[in-house]
């Protein structure tokens, strides 16, 4: 399969993680006229959603947002008499 | 620790943004509208446009963390892009016709911007005219700013329709931006326009026959006695007035010390060189034409200047200003 046009990947070690607040975050990818994004996240020991004010242990999470364009359609080959 | 995923292995991106490690103890991280995107857009022309990207934005983060490594990715890859342009430009090159529509399109698009008056405000192309129009030969309807003065001025009647409005006329409802316009244009042409300039109206003054301007100029101003002749007056070469300084006055100056201290036959030749002098410099100005009026106007001001006779150079100024056309 292609690989994406663009991407963007972070992953993250912590031995401890606390979060005082709830987080608000958003992500959007996409492509045009055509095309296809998608997003991938792999977590370890951090529930989904994580609480307000709990120490999370031994945390592991790694994100990956990509998108690509529609592939082009392959030319027609022409035929045996030159024409398309 | 897990790898962010780069795409399929073997091939490596166009782009590649890549912080492989970042250790902290103890971090505590507190974000409030942080927004981090990529994006890739590619266009030609109007025939093609596309764009591909992915954003992140944080509303507002707040977390502590400790024993911390992170690793961050960017890869951009050009080749189905790339891919798509060659697509694009081989189909222009063989369909041609496509760069007219899209020019088509780009002043549809410059004037859904501008507004329905566009097309009035921008310059039109002219159809071409064959060479034995007489059109043809006629020149720019606005010269170029420079020491070039243009075509002659308008006709009389182009001016008539710049008298001052009558307040018992009714008001000329015509487009203030087409009369500062014709405004421009005009005084381009005739600065001293009387109808441009209505409080110089009646200034102009006739001017001063050339002799009795000579005569005038010979004589000095008629408040001043004739001191020409008098010991110890100064030549109108000489650099010193004794009325600016008082105290030379009565003393001999420095020339005729000079000319004192000279031998006799010394004297004597150079007597006879400035005599020559004077006779070559009578032919010489017999020979070239005579100077016009203003030029001799401005020829006064500036000997008067040099003199530095501030009454005779005020009479001048008087003079030179009444010489100018206009006023």
Do not use: C
């Not at chain 2, 001016?159 to 409005?165: G, S």
């Not at chain 2, 300084?245 to 000279?262: H, I, N, V, Y």
């Amino acid at each position: 399969m292609r690989e994406p046009d663009v991407e963007i990947g972070a992953s993250v070690e912590a031995d401890e993680v606390v979060f005082r607040e709830k987080p608000d975050v958003e992500e959007q990818a996409g492509a045009a006229p055509e095309g296809e994004s998608g997003a991938r996240t792999e977590r370890e020991n951090l529930p989904r959603p994580a609480e307000v004010n709990v120490t999370y242990r031994d945390v592991r999470v790694s994100h990956r947002l990509s998108a690509r364009l529609a592939e082009p359609e392959p030319e027609p080959e022409p035929d045996d008499n030159g024409e398309e | 620790m897990n790898q962010p995923s780069g795409g399929a292995a073997g091939e490596e991106p166009d782009v590649l943004l890549d912080v492989p490690v970042v250790k902290v103890d103890e971090v505590e991280i507190e974000v409030d509208e942080l927004q981090a995107g990529v994006s890739l857009h590619a266009a030609v022309l109007d025939v093609l446009s596309l764009g591909v990207g992915a954003d992140v934005s944080l509303g507002r983060v707040n977390l502590t963390l400790r024993g911390v490594e992170a690793q961050a990715l960017l890869k951009v890859r050009l080749d189905n892009v790339a891919q798509i342009i060659d697509r694009v430009l081989t189909t222009v090159d063989a369909n041609p016709e496509l760069l007219a529509r899209a020019g088509d399109g780009a002043r549809e698009a410059a004037r859904a911007v501008e507004g329905p008056d566009t097309g009035r405000a921008l310059p039109r192309a002219e159809p071409a005219r064959p060479r034995g129009d007489p059109d043809a030969q006629r020149l720019p309807r606005r010269p170029h700013v420079g020491r070039d003065s243009g075509p002659a001025p308008r006709p009389p009647e182009y001016r008539t329709q710049r008298r001052r409005p009558d307040p018992r006329e009714p008001r000329d409802d015509r487009d203030p931006r087409r009369e500062r316009d014709r405004r421009a244009e005009h005084d381009w042409r005739d600065p001293w326009d009387h109808d441009e300039w209505p409080d110089l109206r009646g200034r102009r003054v006739e001017r001063e026959p050339r002799d009795q301007h000579e005569r005038r100029d010979r004589q000095g101003p008629l408040d001043e006695p004739e001191r020409r002749h008098e010991r110890g007056h100064r030549d109108r070469r000489d650099h010193w007035d004794e009325d600016e300084r008082p105290s030379l006055r009565g003393r001999p100056d420095a020339r005729e010390r000079r000319e004192e201290r000279k031998p006799r036959d010394e004297r004597e030749h150079d007597r006879r060189d400035r005599r020559d002098h004077r006779d070559q410099e009578g032919r010489r100005s017999e020979r070239e034409p005579r100077e016009r009026p203003d030029d001799l106007a401005a020829g006064e001001l500036v000997g008067a200047l040099t003199r530095k006779s501030v009454r005779a150079g005020r009479e001048l100024i008087g003079g030179v200003l009444k010489r100018l056309p206009g006023i």
